[in-house]
């Protein structure tokens, strides 16, 4: 199956991504570019993009990242992200890489820009390790 294909339609799946608004824009063995438009829900009392959307979206690519090597069957078990500078822009776009796939462990990296004028500015990285679940 196409990877584009198999993590839009898992995307598709996820409630929470569409209220969100996340859209896959790419994704290939071991990398995945995803994308969220600004809007007024999704932003903190200063008017920057909240940080848990900050981690949903690291952690969302991330785990989209995982999948296009070891399938749809993932949890993430840790995952950490470092906020750089205000998360501003009209549309964000997390870019994710598998970093060392493995049976049991995935490790993964990703980088967020916040989109402006046309403008892309790094705004967070972030790391998570997924696990591979067993489904019967």
């Known amino acids: 199956m196409n990877a584009l294909y198999m993590i839009q339609k898992i995307n598709a799946m996820a409630e929470f991504n569409r209220w969100c608004g996340i859209e896959v824009t790419v994704a290939e063995a071991g990398s995945v570019e995803i994308q969220m438009p600004w809007r007024a829900e999704v932003g903190q009392y200063s008017g920057f993009l909240h940080a848990g959307l900050i981690g949903t979206l690291i952690d969302t690519a991330c785990g989209f990242a995982a999948a296009t090597v070891a399938g749809p069957h993932l949890l993430a078990s840790n ?8 998360a501003q822009g009209q549309k964000f776009i997390a870019r994710a890489r598998v970093v060392k796939p493995g049976k049991s462990q995935i490790f993964t990296s990703c980088d967020l820009f916040a989109v402006d ?20």
Do not use: I
């Not at 950490?80 to 500078?85: G, I």
């Not at 046309?118 to 790391?127: H, P």
């Open 79 to 86: 995952f950490s992200v470092n906020c750089l500078r205000p």
């Open 117 to 136: 004028a046309g403008v892309e500015k790094l705004v967070a990285n972030g790391q998570t390790l997924l696990t591979v679940v067993q489904v019967a």
